[in-house]
């Protein structure tokens, strides 16, 4: 399997589950991302993991837990969501965490109900 | 704070018709600049970028002038193609401080049709 690859595709929980979102790259990059997209607004940046580092986390609440076990692997967990979370939650990864391209998995659809 | 504008979509084209998506941003400096389109059910892609003014980049029958002058970088495209359509974003990088944080516009639904 090549590129960036996120499991589950769509996910449905309730708002008293917990439940956790994967991202694999096979592109030996050594950033990772996590992206939140909602209808109508831009891209939210999430979360940057460079080398397992975290180096970014953009006020995001503690509802969401990243994880980064290695440069290959990248974790978002989540517990007690609420229903404004529905989203397409995307993955990224880059060479560097100062690399121009990102490159992005397509996403998995959460829905809070 | 940075930020891009796009013109709101749906942006409906006939085959062969010629495409423009605006596309404005504010930033100190001189941010880098980047079209990433995305297909259905798919991340994602970078489509073209340019990092310095007056660049222009492109890719795949695409187009793209960084303008300091007017704080744009429209995508354009003389011909499009059923198979253009997509969601395509307009994004920037900062030029310091920013590390590899993109922002990112709303995005820009093009549908094609024959």
């Known amino acids: 399997e090549t590129g960036v690859t996120q499991t589950p595709r769509h996910l449905v929980m309730g708002m008293t589950n917990k439940k956790s979102l994967k991202c694999e790259q096979h592109l030996g990059h050594n950033a990772m991302y996590w992206y939140k997209q909602s209808a109508k607004k831009p891209l939210e940046l999430m979360f940057v993991y460079s080398l397992e580092e975290r180096v970014e986390n953009n006020s995001v609440p503690s509802r969401f837990s990243p994880e980064c076990p290695n440069s290959s692997h990248l974790f978002l967990h989540l517990h007690t969501l609420q229903p404004e979370d529905s989203a397409l939650y995307l993955c990224a990864s880059s060479r560097g965490s100062n690399s121009d391209e990102q490159f992005f998995g397509p996403g998995t659809r959460l829905t809070v109900l | 704070g940075n930020s891009v504008t796009q013109m709101e979509g749906p942006v409906t084209l006939s085959e062969e018709a010629f495409l423009t998506i605006n596309c404005t941003y504010t930033a100190t400096g001189y941010p880098s600049l980047f079209w990433y389109v995305q297909y259905p059910g798919e991340g994602l892609q970078l489509l073209l970028k340019a990092t310095k003014a007056d660049d222009k980049g492109s890719n795949k029958g695409f187009e793209a002038t960084y303008r300091k002058e007017t704080t744009s970088f429209h995508l354009e495209k003389g011909s499009v193609q059923v198979s253009d359509s997509a969601v395509y974003f307009c994004?920037?990088?900062?030029?310091?401080?920013?590390?590899?944080?993109?922002?990112f516009g709303t995005g820009t639904q093009l549908k094609v049709e024959l």
């Open positions: 994004a920037l990088r900062p030029v310091t401080g920013g590390g590899n944080k993109l922002t």
